[in-house]
């Protein structure tokens, strides 16, 4: 079953930002891109660290802590010492409203 959950409104993370942002059940990282809006899981898979403390560049966000860049668009990690991808979740926007799409794969 698809499930569809507020994330936060479109003005809370102006352009080429991102925020982190708890859900009921996981805490989310949200980029406003050029490219449009993404959604993924806020820790780095490396170790224990939030990737909204780090930086933004284009669709690329950078782990604050050992420097390993995920691509939003796919999630894949694109620098050691990383070596697992990011979770990406599916994002519909909806008035001024960011969602994202959640269910049994998630
Ligand atoms: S915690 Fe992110 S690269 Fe190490």
Same mark, same amino acid.
């Given at each position: 079953?698809?499930? /569809?959950? /507020? *994330?936060?409104?479109?003005? $809370?993370?102006?352009? @080429?930002?991102? &925020?982190?942002?708890?859900?009921? $059940? @996981?805490?989310?990282? *949200?980029?406003?891109?050029? !490219?449009?809006? %993404? *959604? =993924?899981?806020?820790?780095?898979?490396? !170790?224990? =660290? &939030?990737?909204?403390?780090? #930086?933004?560049?284009?669709?690329?966000? /950078?782990?604050?802590?050992?420097?390993? @860049? %995920?691509?939003?668009?796919?999630?894949?990690?694109? $620098?050691?010492?990383?070596?697992?991808?990011? #979770?990406?979740?599916?994002?519909?926007?909806?008035? $001024?409203?960011?969602?994202?799409?959640?269910?049994?794969? #998630?």
């Amino acid at each position: 079953m698809t499930q /569809k959950v /507020k *994330v936060c409104h479109l003005q $809370d993370v102006p352009l @080429r930002e991102m &925020r982190c942002v708890s859900l009921s $059940d @996981r805490n989310v990282l *949200v980029a406003h891109t050029a !490219e449009g809006w %993404f *959604v =993924a899981d806020e820790m780095c898979t490396h !170790e224990d =660290a &939030r990737l909204c403390d780090g #930086n933004l560049n284009g669709t690329l966000v /950078k782990c604050p802590l050992h420097g390993s @860049r %995920f691509d939003l668009t796919t999630g894949a990690v694109l $620098d050691d010492p990383a070596d697992e991808p990011l #979770n990406i979740y599916q994002v519909i926007t909806e008035g $001024d409203i960011v969602y994202v799409t959640l269910d049994e794969s #998630n």
